[in-house]
T-cell receptor
């Protein structure tokens, strides 16, 4: 049981390049999230998917797109990377509606450190 | 103004000290309050959870919520070097169903160092 996995762990891009960050969970969770973490800013929600087939914008969606490929996988795409997107990106998942108890609890992956030069 | 404010620190204390970490918030709809702990170069993990006002204790950790003041706290007793981490408060509104289910708002995180 790996929990939430993210690939790659590290990435360096040049301005204007594109890339996709991959996330997968094996806990049969309904909801998945993408955050970015910058010094002094905490975790800011980029996009989330409450359930398979739905996605919604979070606090800072500009410059990103997402795909909920299936219940397990949720990818984040940067179409044209900018230096302002240099950050640590975390994927998380939670049980979602219908679960008793702490279905809201979010489980985080280990993060992807992205540098855009 | 951010919905959730947390003093980023850094906070440095000697081993055995009592640590107090705090967050204030402005959204009166928040009903669920959490504390996450994040070790260096790792993802956050849930440490404590409370619903509405009151206290909750778990070993050396106590979480307090004062909804009238829109203020939450995490106390760590007999702090240990292994408690050195970033602590993030997080909150969500009750009844945030549908597409908003599970959506959390995080504070900026407080960096804590406990030195031997």
């Amino acid at each position: 049981n790996a929990g939430v996995t993210q690939t790659p762990k590290f990435q360096v891009l040049k301005t204007g390049q594109s890339m996709t960050l991959q996330c997968a969970q094996d806990m049969n969770h309904n909801s998945m999230y993408w955050y970015r973490q910058d010094p002094g800013m905490g975790l800011r929600l980029i996009y989330y998917s409450a359930s398979e087939g739905t996605t919604d914008k979070g606090e800072v969606p500009n410059g990103y797109n997402v795909s909920r490929l299936n219940k397990r996988e949720f990818s984040l795409r940067l179409e044209s990377a900018a230096p302002s997107q240099t950050s640590v990106y975390f994927c998380a998942s939670s049980g979602g509606p219908g679960l008793q108890g702490r279905g809201y609890e979010q489980y985080f992956g280990p993060g992807t450190r992205l540098t855009v030069t | 103004q951010k919905e959730v404010e947390q003093d980023p620190g850094p906070l440095s204390v000697p081993e055995g000290a009592i640590v107090s970490l705090n967050c204030t918030y402005s959204n009166s709809a928040f009903q669920y309050f959490m504390w996450y702990r994040q070790y260096s170069r790792k993802g956050p993990e849930l440490l404590m959870y409370t619903y509405s006002s009151g206290n909750k204790e778990d070993g050396r950790f106590t979480a307090q919520v004062d909804k009238s003041s829109k203020y939450i706290s995490l106390f760590i007793r007999d702090s240990q070097p292994s408690d050195s981490a970033t602590y993030l408060c997080a909150m969500r509104a009750r009844g945030a169903g549908g597409t908003s289910y599970g959506k959390l708002t995080f504070g900026q995180g407080t960096i804590l160092t406990v030195h031997p």
